[in-house]
């Protein structure tokens, strides 16, 4: 979807379809995440996030947002959402309260959203008030505390650290991508990827090797070897792993903070 730090640009809701029907002959998901960027400055994310559910892909869907934008989400949007994860970052004078009340009043609308994520310790206590505030109104919230973790390193692994961070790291098991055709069993390697081609970089390490071409005639069988293999992937090298990073407060990065950690 859209981010401000790759160059303008919006997911194509035929390619989207085509994967989603493609790599439903292979696979059921409980959830399909919608992230960016930003997923909801995408025009048309109510399509994009019905789809998958349409289809039997999967169970539910969940966006991943700043919350700015569901001040001014549609309601073809809010009868859709299953869960909403929202990133908060305080440091950039965005108006939580503002966003909050909004949630409260289309969780009213709309009670099959189930569950408001939220990522960003140094707000806790701001929000349990909120949580506390809401259900005693009578109204159900699901916060749910965690953690940013420091993925990126500017250096690079040998081998071995990298298959050591790989066997301890939950995202290699949890935590899928699908884009234009491609099954990435980590989101960071589509991230470098896409990143290192931005920047007209070379790429220190084959990313996309990372990855099955879904349309492959052997897609199945390179998706199980994939999904089932013990080694690590090339994006590790310049990982520190989800579960040996360190946890940072969450923060609206700068072009210059993206550049950094090429
Ligand atoms: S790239 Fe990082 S997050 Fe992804 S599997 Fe490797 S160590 Fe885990």
């Keep these: 979807m859209a981010s401000p730090y790759f160059q303008p640009s919006y997911s194509d809701f035929e390619t989207f379809k085509r994967d989603c029907d493609k790599l439903s002959e292979f696979y059921k998901l409980?959830?399909?995440?919608?992230?960016?960027?930003?997923?909801?400055?995408h025009p048309d994310?109510?399509?994009?996030?019905?789809?998958?559910?349409?289809?039997?892909?999967?169970?539910?869907?969940?966006?991943?947002?700043?919350g700015i934008s569901l001040l001014s989400a549609k309601d073809d949007f809010w009868e859709a959402?299953?869960?909403i994860h929202l990133s908060v970052y305080d440091d950039t004078g965005i108006?939580?309260?503002?966003?909050?009340?909004?949630?409260?009043?289309?969780i009213n609308q709309y009670p099959h959203i189930e569950m408001l994520e939220v990522t960003k310790p140094e707000v806790?206590?701001?929000?349990?008030?909120?949580?506390?505030?809401?259900?005693?109104?009578?109204?159900?919230?699901?916060?749910?505390?965690?953690?940013?973790k420091k993925l990126y390193s500017t250096t690079v692994k040998s081998d071995e650290?990298?298959?050591?961070?790989?066997?301890?790291?939950?995202?290699?098991?949890?935590?899928?991508?699908?884009?234009?055709?491609?099954?990435?069993?980590?989101?960071?390697?589509?991230?470098?990827?896409?990143l290192y081609r931005q920047e007209n970089l070379s790429m220190p390490f084959d990313f996309d090797s990372d990855a099955v071409d879904l349309f492959?005639?052997?897609?199945?069988?390179?998706?199980?070897?994939?999904?089932?293999?013990?080694?690590?992937?090339?994006?590790?090298?310049t990982c520190n792993g989800y579960n040996t990073a360190i946890d940072e407060p969450q923060s609206q990065l700068k072009v210059?903070?993206?550049?950094?950690v090429l």
């Design 161 to 194: 650290e990298a298959q050591n961070i790989y066997d301890k790291c939950w995202m290699k098991d949890s935590t899928f991508a699908v884009h234009e055709g491609k099954f990435y069993k980590c989101p960071i390697s589509l991230i470098k990827s896409k």
């Design 256 to 260: 210059i903070d993206i550049k950094d």
């Design 45 to 66: 994310i109510a399509k994009f996030i019905r789809y998958p559910k349409e289809i039997g892909l999967a169970e539910k869907n969940c966006v991943i947002t700043n």
């Design 216 to 237: 492959d005639v052997n897609a199945q069988e390179n998706l199980d070897r994939l999904l089932n293999s013990t080694n690590f992937l090339q994006a590790c090298k």
């Design 124 to 148: 806790i206590r701001k929000l349990a008030g909120y949580k506390a505030d809401v259900e005693s109104k009578g109204a159900e919230v699901n916060l749910t505390f965690g953690t940013f």
């Design 30 to 41: 409980y959830a399909a995440r919608f992230t960016g960027g930003e997923a909801l400055l």
């Design 95 to 106: 108006n939580y309260q503002k966003i909050f009340d909004k949630i409260d009043e289309k």
């Design 81 to 83: 959402v299953d869960y």
